[in-house]
């Protein structure tokens, strides 16, 4: 059922300066599911959330990609925002001299294209703040400038939650946060993700999954999904590590 | 080279005019002749390196000895100048008169706020004691220019004592092909004043230009802060030398925006003269199109114990193109100075051209230093991550030009900082 279907990934390649790195992904992700996908660094797993979110750098080079039913690929950067994707950074950026408060602003007045409602804007975003467990002081503070890694990650699912897309791609939100920091964050996902669309969480790790249980789990290796399961296949990975299962796949055994 | 002729064609200057007292008349006539013996600078000079001095010529300066700065006459009278947001305001028109207008209680407590024509007439005390010490025709041959044919000009002098509160506020605009504008400021000990210098219109001639002297002189222990902003129509050339001496625990922020003319180049410095003085320096130039800026600043430390600061910086798109050359420098036997200086240029396309030359000239060793220069482009990823939020290209640029422009906005006094993120918003729209 399309109507479902809140995005189709079919066979889709992306190079990077010239390399190959996503070497064919076929995923589909229905309204209300979360899908973890899970690699070591290099895996592709990130250029694969940064193709999604249409990094300049990061080439299409074949596939389609459809959010919610529409051609995703023909978009900038900017139309795929404001289709409904989200792409929660792995490492986000500082912005000196922008503050976190003129830059959501910025965010939700491109969404309506007219001013936002400044009173409401100032309702939910307290709302978020406080579930997150962010001092209202980060609002006039400069974008990331001089924040800890945890500060960083929760203002990453702020902007998510005060965006509510359609899709939320977490690029490893879980790294760089301690045990308290990560409950927040996970805590934060799940109260804000959005509930008829979809989540991809991007990680290495299955730590951030004992809090957000994934419907789908996602293996990655080499550029291409080479296993996939439900939230066992996580412990799995877990207890046996990456090498174990690059293995069983390099045998033809997995895929 | 034009050079030669003027030099060998020179004519002498004119006789002394009615109205002006013969110390001024005699200052005028030695510029003159210091102007025509001096050689056009030329771009082996390190301060006009990226500037050809031709520009900033007349194309005939004899006969601009004719055009004399006019007494004002009654016809902006306003003897009962109010306004709720400046303390005084002064202009010039185009018929080369120049008018100034002061609040009732500033009058009352001795300020002086005049035409300079008139101030050398009736306040030649200080007037004639002061002009031209910071930046009269011994400063280079644009500066002697200056002095001797000055067409419009400002005077202001403030008492010990006097704490001005709202800004004095300066408009001056181009006059006819070519502007000399000066001013002298002398402000006593234990004042505080706020001065916006605003340098705005339309060249009515293609490539008119303005020449500006402003001299500031701050007494002990005042409280100065100056504001020059220059957007000029992009038709215009722009020449300002600026000059303060700070005294003993004197304080002095010099703030300035650059966003207008063809060329403007813009020379400014502060010398740290009494123990414990404070300077600090901040500037912002947004060039587009085909603007050429070329921006030397100095701290020139003479006594111990003081202390300065520059942040300037620079964003730059289309073809245009920036020179920054920031001295310090600290006598031998000034102690225990600190003196720090940042100049950052941000190229938004391919297109422009930045420079950035920080010169020390530490003469003592019991010294606080430092200095950064960076030119770079605007960072993709940071463009990336503001568009990932669905913010258009054009509006993402914008945001990074603001936000790179901001922590050194966020340094000026509070008013100026909104009068200056008021101009930028407008030269970004057009």
């Known amino acids: 059922m399309n109507k479902n279907k809140i995005l189709s990934i079919n066979n889709l390649h992306v190079e990077v300066a010239g390399k190959e790195i996503v070497k064919g992904v076929s995923l589909e992700i229905n309204s209300g599911e979360k899908h973890a996908i899970m690699g070591k660094n290099?895996?592709?797993?990130?250029?694969?959330?940064n193709a999604l979110a249409g990094h300049p750098n990061y080439e299409i080079t074949s596939g389609t990609v459809e959010l919610d039913g529409e051609n995703l690929l023909d978009k900038s950067a900017t139309?795929?925002?404001?289709a409904g994707l989200f792409l929660g950074f792995q490492y986000p950026m500082t912005i000196p001299g922008v503050t976190v408060a003129n830059f959501l602003r910025a965010a939700i007045k491109a969404r309506n294209g007219v001013g936002i409602d400044i009173k409401n804007f100032r309702k939910v975003f307290k709302e978020k703040m406080k579930l997150l467990k962010i001092e209202d002081s980060f609002a006039t503070r400069y974008l990331n400038d001089g924040f800890s890694g945890g500060e960083k990650k929760r203002l990453e699912i702020l902007q998510m939650a005060m965006l509510q897309p359609k899709l939320a791609i977490l690029d490893e939100t879980d790294s760089g946060l301690d045990i308290d920091a990560l409950k927040i964050v996970a805590n934060g996902i799940i109260e804000s993700a959005p509930k008829d669309?979809?989540?991809?969480l991007v990680t290495h790790y299955q730590r951030m999954l004992d809090y957000i249980k994934p419907d789908m789990v996602h293996i990655m290796i080499d550029g291409r999904i080479v296993k996939t399961g439900g939230a066992e296949l996580a412990l799995e990975l877990?207890?046996?590590?990456y090498d174990k299962l690059e293995a069983t796949v390099s045998q033809g055994v997995g895929v | 080279m034009n050079t030669v002729t003027i030099?060998?064609?020179?004519?002498?200057?004119?006789?002394?005019?009615r109205f002006e007292p013969e110390w001024l008349y005699n200052i005028r006539k030695e510029s003159w002749n210091y102007f025509n013996e001096l050689d056009l600078p030329h771009r082996s000079n390190h301060l006009w390196r990226y500037t050809n001095a031709q520009d900033l010529l007349p194309n005939n300066p004899e006969e601009l000895i004719k055009i004399v700065p006019s007494l004002p006459d009654q016809s902006e009278n306003d003897s009962s100048f109010s306004d709720k947001d400046f303390s005084g305001y002064g202009y010039n028109r185009p018929d080369f008169m120049t008018f100034a207008k002061l609040s009732h209680d500033?009058?009352?407590?001795?300020?002086v706020f005049k035409d300079l024509l008139?101030?050398?007439r009736e306040n030649e005390d200080i007037v004639e004691k002061y002009l031209g010490q910071l930046v009269g025709y011994g400063f280079g041959k644009f500066e002697a220019m200056n002095l001797a044919l000055w067409n419009t000009g400002l005077f202001l002098y403030i008492p010990d004592n006097v704490e001005i509160e709202k800004p004095i506020r300066l408009q001056r605009h181009p006059s006819g092909p070519?502007?000399?504008?000066?001013?002298?400021?002398?402000?006593?000990?234990?004042?505080k004043l706020t001065l916006i210098d605003d340098y705005s219109g339309e060249c009515r001639k293609e490539e008119a230009q303005t020449n500006s002297a402003v001299e500031i002189f701050t007494g002990d222990a005042s409280n100065v802060k100056y504001f020059n902003t220059q957007r000029l129509s992009n038709s215009c050339v722009s020449y300002i030398t600026q000059r303060a001496q700070i005294s003993r625990d004197a304080k002095f922020v010099s703030v300035f925006a650059g966003i207008g003319s063809k060329i403007s180049k813009f020379n400014t410095g502060t010398i740290l003269n009494g123990e414990g003085a404070e300077s600090r320096l901040y500037g912002i130039v947004f060039g587009n199109e085909n603007q050429q800026f070329d921006y030397h600043t100095m701290h020139h430390h003479k006594a111990s114990n003081s202390f300065s600061d520059i942040d300037f910086k620079v964003v730059l798109k289309d073809e245009a193109n920036s020179a920054t050359t920031g001295l310090i420098r600290v006598e031998e036997d000034a102690l225990n100075c600190q003196a720090y200086q940042v100049n950052r240029n941000l190229l938004l396309n391919e297109g422009p051209k930045a420079e950035s030359i920080p010169e020390l000239e530490i003469l003592c060793d019991q010294v606080q230093c430092s200095h950064g220069a960076t030119v770079g482009p605007i960072d993709q990823e940071m463009l990336f991550y503001l568009m990932s939020r669905g913010v258009d290209y054009k509006e993402a640029m914008n945001i990074i030009t603001f936000g790179y422009l901001e922590p050194t906005i966020a340094k000026f006094p509070a008013e100026l900082g909104e009068l200056t993120r008021g101009l930028l918003a407008t030269k970004m729209k057009g």
Do not use: D, W, Y
Request: overall charge positive.
């Open chain 1, 42 to 49: 290099g895996s592709g797993k990130s250029s694969l959330a």
């Open chain 1, 79 to 82: 139309e795929r925002s404001l």
């Open chain 1, 238 to 241: 877990e207890a046996g590590g």
């Open chain 2, 7 to 17: 030099r060998k064609n020179s004519t002498g200057f004119r006789n002394q005019n």
């Open chain 2, 106 to 111: 500033l009058e009352k407590a001795g300020v």
């Open chain 2, 118 to 120: 008139t101030a050398s």
């Open chain 2, 178 to 191: 070519n502007t000399f504008h000066r001013l002298l400021v002398v402000v006593g000990n234990n004042s």
């Open chain 1, 197 to 200: 669309g979809g989540v991809i």
